[in-house]
């Protein structure tokens, strides 16, 4: 639903009107310029109903009641769909920010794409808590609370007995849940997680050199599994900032420009950005399992990386060994991983280009165009793109999560070293 407001601008005493979208929310930042001398005003909201909802906004509120004089401004704001701020009431096309996107999407792609956000929120916000707290369990080796979670809340009908049988619970209903957040559209989860599957059943089975890897990094593994929880976690609970990332999937080459013009006026750059930055140097690090994988299955032992290197990768940084490429920069480790067949994706979900922009020292969401920029890359992305930067990150921790399952069974005490 939309609101007009009849605000005063705090600096240039101007009154204008502002249309903004209101929908439910635990908590939402935003922004606006002053249409006649483009301070950014910013506000906030909160609630889950109508009946509670809060709105703030930084400047005086005019009565409703008071006359808008003729050829007053109005503005167009949406948080939660990206608007075309130029929009007037005159304007059919652009004052309403969803006809707006179906407008450009068509109808076909746009319910397409409501739905897949629909069903992603819902397994964050409904899904999640259970989840998390049977993960949690998982993690405190709570075996009793574990199988009680599991059958309460996920209908499980079995007592998984061995930390085996719990490991493969728990990273089965961490995937449903993660995966329903990332949604289906563009998505390369199951194309990796299917090839890495394949690779490590074989590797598991011919050499032991490979089982005694995963051995030798068990408890390293270990924390990774919880960091990497933990971080998945954080990802949900910041779920509103950054899943909007997804519509950038429904955008064709050919509707791009037009997605240039809008604007998504959410004002919380710095927590996006720390998930963010977060995130891609966690997934970093858990890119291993796959690269010993590929290694075992080519040439016999998850150590050996052969010949064949990536072209960015200098000569003076080709590792020998896993605890080499453990060292490597994100961007080295990256390109390996990326140079298999079927694991390119990695190197679109972890963008090096996009973290040097995202992550640099001047980096900032620019107010007055809505895109996040710094010194290094002045044109930098719109805010709609840095989000979508996000959901890539958060879809390859996702994945990550299940490769490491398979290195966390590896080294379970259930699973015999045969000597
Ligand atoms: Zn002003």
């Not at 005694?212 to 929880?229: I, K, N, P, V, W």
């Not at 037009?258 to 970093?284: I, K, N, P, W």
């Not at 290694?295 to 150590?303: E, I, K, L, Q």
């Amino acid at each position: 639903m939309i609101s007009r407001y009849y605000l005063k601008c705090p600096g240039c005493e101007e009154m204008f009107v502002a249309r903004l979208g209101v929908e439910p929310t635990r908590g939402t930042r935003f922004y606006f310029p002053c249409p006649l001398c483009r301070l950014p005003i910013r506000g906030s909201m909160s609630g889950s109903e109508l009946s509670n909802h809060r709105i703030a906004i930084d400047c005086e509120v005019l009565s409703g009641r008071d006359p808008e004089p003729d050829g007053v401004s109005v503005v167009t704001i949406n948080s939660f769909v990206p608007s075309l701020y130029e929009a007037d009431s005159f304007s059919p096309a652009g004052a309403f920010p969803t006809m707006t996107l179906m407008g450009i999407l068509g109808s076909d792609v746009f319910l397409a794409f409501e739905s897949e956000r629909h069903q992603a929120l819902e397994a964050g916000q409904a899904m999640w808590p259970q989840v998390r707290m049977l993960f949690q369990y998982y993690l405190q080796g709570n075996a009793e609370m574990f199988t009680r979670i599991a059958k309460k809340h996920f209908g499980l009908e079995w007592d998984p007995a061995t930390s085996h049988q719990r490991t493969s619970v728990a990273y089965q209903v961490l995937g449903t849940a993660t995966t329903t957040i990332t949604g289906s559209t563009g998505a390369c989860y199951e194309k990796v997680i299917g090839r890495f599957s394949r690779k490590h059943t074989a590797a598991m089975k011919r050499h032991t050199d490979h089982l005694r890897a995963f051995r030798r990094r068990g408890q390293a593994s270990a924390a990774l599994e919880r960091d990497l929880f933990t971080e998945l976690n954080r990802f949900v609970e910041q779920q509103e900032s950054w899943e909007m990332g997804l519509l950038g999937r429904f955008v064709g080459a050919e509707e791009k420009a037009a997605f240039d013009e809008l604007v998504l006026f959410r004002d919380e750059f710095s927590t996006v950005r720390d998930l963010y930055q977060h995130g891609f140097e966690l997934a970093c690090k858990c890119l291993w399992p796959l690269v010993a994988a590929q290694n075992t299955v080519m040439r016999g032992s998850p150590d050996d990386f052969g010949d064949v290197h990536p072209e960015s990768v200098p000569a003076n940084k080709r590792p020998r060994s896993l605890e080499k490429f453990d060292k490597l920069s994100s961007a080295y480790k990256i390109a390996y991983v990326a140079q298999v067949p079927g694991w390119e994706p990695f190197a679109v979900l972890l963008d090096n280009r996009r973290r040097n922009t995202i992550g640099h020292a001047t980096a900032h969401h620019d107010l007055q165009t809505g895109r996040v920029v710094s010194d290094e890359d002045p044109s930098g992305m719109t805010y709609l793109e840095f989000l979508g930067e996000t959901l890539g990150v958060f879809e390859a921790l996702s994945t990550l999560a299940q490769v490491l399952r398979a290195s966390r069974v590896a080294s379970s005490p259930d699973f015999g070293l045969s000597e």
